[in-house]
């Protein structure tokens, strides 16, 4: 094999001390296991890796922040994007170029000072690039919609090793697939999105003991009936373990946390979530007005890096006879620890954006429905078979698969259920001109091997 030579960045072999913690990211399911990992600076050293790796016929993945692993690589190249973290704000035009590898919280600091903020999600070390790729459900999305549907360019390293701009009018093809359609098309160096005039707004968390208060999901499902698009919200049911690290209040407990995101004053928000406070008594309520820089206290989510599953789908509706399966399927003595979570979908979710993309479902799916377990080795096969005992009683309001929510490597039918009739064909046809050798490897197979595989 060749040398690869002239980055910028350092490539680091397996016999390199570095090189676990370079493949390594957040998902410890698994990892890939490249015979390069080359810790890429910019577009160039990308270029210079991507044509390293088809002179000798090798596949290549990428990772920023490895929350979004599928199926791990083995051997061939991995660019990792963490390096590539910058992010500069233009405030009079309202937008952000991002680097690859800059996360969420790096964009949410850099557009603070100006009044602005990005259409991030949940957890802030989630990297903004891969979260667009894949559609990105938001904080704000009912009111602004998919963070894919705010990008304006991107630059992109596609498999001939050309380095392009990709616009609406330069490339609408692949502008159109890779917001939405996943990373398989090119190696994005960089995008630029619009950013809102949001520095505040009202969220936070009502935690409920399921037990205490058994009607909380359909309360929540009730409500959302009745909310504005300025309100985003989700409820997870989260078997609590027993442990010192669990705050007092929530330890042991089948707890409902319902998070909320409402674009709003501090008055305006507290009339609104009045109907869910008086479900009954909470064992935790964070809800206040806050900094947007504070965004990610409203979920809560772990930021260390660990093993996890998930089963992911979309649903047209909710009813509260399937609500009630899932203490069975996932509530404490059920035999794998599960979180569930549903997000309220629709608002500008529902409405078609000004340039179209890949993003399927949109109009049809008015919640999501995630559940997720941590596992151990050995614990994959159990998890998958507790996801499927939990969702099936959901499938008959399903209209498909939200791709960022799908942690784990994913079969050919969920990656084609993602996206509209005729919309899967049409990426696969453009992922066969654009990488005809199938160099690049996405987190989802799409019109590769991958697929055929699946
Ligand atoms: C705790 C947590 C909270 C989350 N919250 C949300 C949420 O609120 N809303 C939401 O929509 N999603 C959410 N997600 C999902 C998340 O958006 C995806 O998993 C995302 O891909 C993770 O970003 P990352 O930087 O870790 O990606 P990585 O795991 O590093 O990358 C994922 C995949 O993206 C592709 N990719 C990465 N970089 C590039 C690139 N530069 N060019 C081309 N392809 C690339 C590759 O195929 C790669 O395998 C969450 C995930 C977790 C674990």
Known sequence: MSELKGTEGPVYTPESVEY???RGGYQRVTAHRPALVVAAT????????????AREGLRVAVQAGGHGLGEPLEGGVLISTRRMSGVRVDPVAGTAWVEAGASWGRVIEAAAPHGLAPLS??????????????????????????????????????????????TPDTEPGLFWALRGGGGAFGVVTGMEIGLVPVERLYGGGLYFDVERVPGV????????????????????????????????PLRGRYVAQIQIAHLGAEEEGRRLTEPLRALGPALRDTLRELPYTESATIFDEPDHPHAYLSRNRLLRDLDPDTLATLLATTGPSAPVMTVVQFRHLGGALARPPRVPNAIGHRGAARYSLNVLSPVEPGGEESARAAHRAAVAPFEREAVGTLLNFSYGPLDKDTVRSAFEPGDHERLARLKARLDPRDLLHGAWPIGSVQESRG
Request: proline share 8%.
């Open 42 to 53: 910019g577009a160039e050293d990308v270029r210079a890796a991507v044509e390293h790796a």
């Open 20 to 22: 676990d913690e370079q």
């Open 217 to 248: 999901l359909t309360a929540w499902h009730r409500w959302t009936a009745t909310v504005p698009e300025e309100t985003t919200s989700a409820v997870a049911l989260l078997p609590m373990p027993d442990l010192p690290m669990i705050p007092e």
């Open 121 to 166: 999600g949940s957890s802030p070390g989630v990297g903004a690039v891969p979260y667009t790729l894949g559609g990105g459900v938001g904080l704000m999305a009912r009111r602004y919609g998919f963070a894919a549907d705010h990008v304006r360019r991107l630059t992109v390293v596609t498999a001939d090793g050309r380095i392009r701009d990709v």
